[in-house]
């Protein structure tokens, strides 16, 4: 189903990169867009056809846009109306963690020109993207979703359609405000266990066998913390972003959050930098502590 297709990548960040190199190796022709020519470089070291304008981009089959902000998405959109008036019916699928009311905007500004939207962010990390075995949460039309659905297939190891526009940021946003709140309570639990004399390694064995695990506990705590790599690829400044957005969605529906509202006041108001990786916050020993 590949033979012939092309896909445009837009933005070759450590996702976007990461996928254009999964379309890549599924035997799509990929064409890779980013501002930056050091990324234009590494996309052509892949395989992928680097190129420098949006119209050559949007002159593939399928888009794929992995992108910091709603923003970015819609200015793109925006930039490209030209092009998109004049050319036959695509699909846009978007990875970015957006927000759902642009998304759905976006969705009925393609809807009218003829093409087709999906918001369909991911989970996986860089590690993922670069392997096809993202999990992808997928809000939009199911016609749109079957035309998409072999890039979906080489991006994916599991797409879950979660319903209309908007959908899958909901989901999105809600998936990683508890990523956010179990990376903190994790860190909280191995403090209490090292100051009850239990040593952090044997606390998170038993978590991890026991009801008290997470995806943090399993994953992020051996691979990331406990070794002291804070290293996963995924920064203080997109969680606390996605952990804003999460913030605002509870907000704009008058969802009361009294435990993940504490969670995210300590990402909003942690001293570590943005560039800082995001797995820092799990550094459960007392500051000052020698290392």
């Known amino acids: 189903m590949t033979e012939g297709m092309t896909v445009g990548v837009v933005g070759l960040g450590a996702m976007g990169l990461g996928m254009a190199l999964s379309t890549a190796r ?69 990875t970015s963690t957006s927000e759902p009311d642009v998304s759905r905007a976006v969705a009925a500004t393609l809807a009218d020109m003829g093409h087709g939207f999906l918001d369909a962010p991911v989970s996986g990390g860089p590690s993922g993207a670069a392997n096809g075995a993202l999990t992808m949460m997928i809000g939009g039309t199911a016609a749109d979703l079957d035309d998409a659905r072999p890039v979906i297939d080489a991006l994916s190891a599991k797409a879950i359609h979660v319903g209309d526009s908007g959908a899958g940021n909901v989901a999105k946003l809600v998936n990683n405000l508890l990523c956010a709140a179990h990376m903190v309570t994790t860190a909280e639990g191995l403090r209490l266990a090292e100051a009850a004399g239990v040593p952090a390694e044997a606390a998170l064995e038993v978590l991890n066998a026991a009801s008290g695990r997470s995806m943090m506990s399993e994953v992020h705590f051996p691979t990331w913390v406990m070794n002291e790599g804070f290293d996963s690829g995924f920064t203080m400044a997109l969680m606390q972003k996605d952990v804003r957005l999460a913030r605002k969605l509870a907000a704009d529906t008058g969802t009361d959050l009294p435990l993940t509202t504490r969670a995210a006041d300590l990402w909003a108001t942690s001293p570590l930098a943005a560039t800082d990786d995001f797995t820092r916050m799990g550094d459960f020993r007392p500051k000052g502590q020698d290392q």
């Open 26 to 94: 599924a035997g799509f022709a990929t064409r890779g867009f980013d501002l930056s020519p050091a990324r234009l470089d590494l996309a052509q070291d892949g395989g992928i056809t680097p190129v420098t304008t949006l119209e050559e981009v949007f002159a593939a089959d399928r888009i794929v846009f992995s992108l910091p902000t709603a923003q970015d998405v819609a200015r793109v959109i925006d930039k490209v109306r030209p092009v998109l008036q004049d050319r036959g019916r695509i699909v846009v699928i978007d």
